[in-house]
């Protein structure tokens, strides 16, 4: 296990550095002045001089990423035009627009974005291998139409008229819930877990679609499979069949896609909070591309691929948990 580990942090961080070496060539070596967007439209040539001095622009491409992987290993000093602003390690650099660091705005926002993704997880994953599990044991009845159609209504509606529908119902006709607000959970449990619970609901009827389906065509595939056939000519039951056998071998594509899904979801939410008004890392990353905040942008395509890689490296531990034949090596 811990040269597994070891070897997996390895490739993580190697993934991590090519993958700022892409965004950061894509988005500096792109036509346009970073000093002129950070300075804005009207500034003169002096002025945006200044600006270009001040944030280290003047230097060459290749000396700008040095001193962009020295912030993120140990920190960086940058001038404020009156004074000198410590960014301590992690630091993704400054903000053109707001003057803030760049690591303080995604850490605000993370809590955010972290609560509706996780939430959500859990039940669209509830819902859709419940779902799936359903439809293989039920093959061919009515049961399974009724849920197959269900899942296709599911993956064809967009989230924002799921999000809407139950703002309608729920808050605005029934009066049954308030308004989704963002409330921390530290700060009050109840009222963050109410304030989510229609962005959870709307994100996991959308993605509990595919689950589904993903689940039901796995778990008949591990139905059909030989070693299956064979414990059921010894007599073993049919719950324990599916439960301790054919149910852990069907999970694998569902492990493998729930990674994928929950570390892109840390930078794709932006319909769900933009439709309840969370102040999410989705958010951010619209509003800084509408200003070409770089900084920004680069930060949060940064955390976003980290926590696709980590995701990734969760589901490797736990196919081995769900399939024996799995070895970690």
């Known amino acids: 296990m811990t040269r597994f580990l070891l070897r997996r942090l390895a490739g993580m961080l ?26 804005g ?9 200044q600006v270009r001095e001040r944030l280290g622009l003047d230097a060459p491409v290749y000396l700008q990423y040095a001193h962009f992987l020295q912030g993120l290993v140990a920190g960086r000093t940058f001038s404020t035009g009156t004074g000198l602003m410590n960014c301590h390690a992690p630091c993704l650099g400054v903000s053109y627009h707001t ?6 705005m995604i850490a605000s926002r ?15 994953l509830a819902l859709g291998v419940g ?18 159609g269900l899942t296709l209504a599911g993956n064809a509606v967009p989230v924002f008229v799921i999000g809407l529908l139950l703002l309608l119902l729920f808050c605005a006709y029934l009066q049954w819930l308030p308004f989704p607000s963002y409330v921390g959970l530290t700060e009050d449990p109840q009222q963050w877990f109410w304030g989510l619970l229609l962005p959870w609901v ?17 778990m008949l595939e591990t139905l059909a499979e030989d070693h299956i056939r064979t414990f059921r000519a010894y007599g073993v039951s049919e719950r324990r069949l599916v439960t301790r056998h054919a149910l852990r071998g069907a999970l694998i594509p569902v492990i493998a896609l729930s990674a994928m899904d929950l570390g892109t979801m840390f930078g794709s939410a932006v319909l769900t909070e933009s439709l309840f008004g969370l102040p999410g890392l989705g958010r951010l990353l619209v509003y800084s591309v509408s200003v070409i905040d770089l900084p920004v942008v680069v930060g949060l395509v940064l955390v976003t691929g980290f926590c696709v890689v980590l995701a990734n490296a969760f589901a490797d531990v736990l196919y081995a ?3 024996r034949r799995v070895v970690l090596t």
């Open 131 to 148: 779902t799936g599990l359903l439809s293989a044991l039920r093959r061919g009845g009515i049961t399974e139409r009724v849920l197959t």
């Open 99 to 104: 003057g803030e660091q760049v690591t303080s």
């Open 321 to 323: 948990a769900a399939d």
């Open 14 to 39: 190697a993934v991590l550095f090519l993958l700022s070496v892409v965004v950061y060539a894509v988005f500096y070596l792109a036509p346009g002045d970073p000093a002129q967007l950070a300075c």
């Open 202 to 218: 709307s994100l996991a009827l959308i993605e509990s679609a595919k689950y589904a389906r993903l689940t039901r065509s796995s």
């Open 41 to 49: 439209p009207k500034c003169s040539p002096a002025q945006v001089a």
């Open 110 to 124: 993370l809590p955010v974005t972290a609560s509706l993704a996780l939430g959500a997880m859990v039940l669209w």
